[in-house]
Structure formats: structure tokens, C-alpha cells
T-cell receptor
């Protein structure tokens, strides 16, 4: 059972550039979640997919952020025109639809915007 | 609305001593409760969960947690701490059946186990 994987693990970019992160969930999991985590905080929910449908988005997800899960497998999170405030750890989690929906997390992508 | 509080930013304990990391929650219905551990520059690892049934839940690495409905608490415990247990611990809650699939996480508690 391979876990959730995320790429890249680290990304350094200049303000104003676009970045894209990828998440590959556990293979039998149909639900996929994106979170943002800043220093000293717990994960904050960004968005959630069930299969290929994006079912919920947080108000944290500004119009510069977009997420896709085109075939219901891997997902991408794109940030356009990055700002220094976007610097954070971006976490992906997946779960299997069921009674408890326990989420399993990937290692995260650490974004630094200079 | 759902919320979770971890009242201690940091817990210090000597190796071999019992440890407790506190968590209290608020939900409108029956809670689903989770504990995760995070090591530096890593994602969160699932430790244990409470859904229903026995109030004492056993999880990975010798950790356990006790659900207390009257006190709305779900404290994480371990009888004998190891130096390798030093990490960030996050409590999370979400509404039970029919509720949101999105958990709310606490701010985390840094556990430091001294040799």
C-alpha cells in the first residue's frame, strides 16, 4: 500500500510567478483534499474532490488558486501570480468514501515565495 | 460549526514517564475525533480515531486516547514516553454521520521528551 505522494517536495519561486503542485492519492481512495499549513498552525482546509468533482472550496481559496482532478486520480493545485503570503506547506490528503473517511496525508510541498 | 482546542503549545516530559496531550472540541452533533503526529518537514501521520463505542481508543506506537463526552475532551496518552515521540501532535474533529467530511484541526502541541 503506497501512501499519498506529492511533488515537488520543495518549491522556491519569485513573487508573481505561477506554480503547480501535484498530488497522487492512495490508489483506492476516491476523496482528495488540499490543505495549507503555516508555521505554528494546524492544516487549514482549501478544497475537496470526490472522484473528479470539486465539491467544496474554502474561502481561503482565492481566485489565484485553482485545483483539478481530471480523471479522478491525481490532482494538481496551481497558484497564479504568487505572493509572499502564499509561502506555506501545502498538504494533500486522501480518503476512501465510507463511515469514517479517515484522511491520510502526503509529505507536503513547501512553497517559498521570494 | 465545529472547533477544536489544544490548550498547551508545548508539553515536556521525561523519557519513561507517562504523557498526556490535551484536546477539547465542539461540534453540533456526535463527534468523529482524530489524532495525528507530524515530524519536522513531513506530512501528518494518522495515530488513532474515535467514532463510536469504547471510550478508550488504542492507536499506533502505543498511543491511546480517551473520549469524554461530558467534558468534550479527547486527550492523547501514552504510559511511557520515548525520546522518539518528540513531535507535533494535532487533534482534529468533524461532525459525525451526515456532517461535513472536512475536519477542523487544532493548532498543535509540541511534545518534547527529554532523555
Amino acid at each position: 500500500d503506497t501512501g499519498v505522494s506529492q511533488n515537488p517536495r520543495h518549491k522556491i519561486t519569485k513573487r508573481g510567478q505561477n506554480v503547480t503542485f501535484r498530488c497522487d492519492p492512495i490508489s483506492e481512495h476516491n476523496r482528495l483534499y488540499w490543505y495549507r499549513q503555516t508555521l505554528g498552525q494546524g492544516p487549514e482546509f482549501l478544497t475537496y474532490f470526490q472522484n473528479e468533482a470539486q465539491l467544496e472550496k474554502s474561502r481561503l481559496l482565492s481566485d489565484r488558486f485553482s485545483a483539478e482532478r481530471p480523471k479522478g486520480s491525481f490532482s494538481t493545485l496551481e497558484i497564479q501570480r504568487t505572493e509572499q503570503g502564499d509561502s506555506a506547506m501545502y498538504l494533500c490528503a486522501s480518503s476512501r468514501e465510507g463511515l469514517t473517511d479517515t484522511q491520510y496525508f502526503g509529505p507536503g510541498t513547501r512553497l517559498t515565495v521570494l | 460549526a465545529q472547533s477544536v482546542a489544544q490548550p498547551e503549545d508545548q508539553v515536556n516530559v521525561a523519557e519513561g514517564n507517562p504523557l498526556t496531550v490535551k484536546c477539547t472540541y465542539s461540534v453540533s452533533g456526535n463527534p468523529y475525533l482524530f489524532w495525528y503526529v507530524q515530524y519536522p518537514n513531513r506530512g501528518l501521520q494518522f495515530l488513532l480515531k474515535y467514532i463510536t463505542g469504547d471510550n478508550l481508543v488504542k492507536g499506533s506506537y502505543g498511543f491511546e486516547a480517551e473520549f469524554n463526552k461530558s467534558q468534550t475532551s479527547f486527550h492523547l496518552k501514552k504510559p511511557s514516553a520515548l525520546v522518539s515521540d518528540s513531535a507535533l501532535y494535532f487533534c482534529a474533529v468533524r461532525d459525525g454521520p451526515g456532517g461535513s467530511y472536512i475536519p477542523t484541526f487544532g493548532r498543535g502541541t509540541s511534545l518534547i521528551v527529554h532523555p
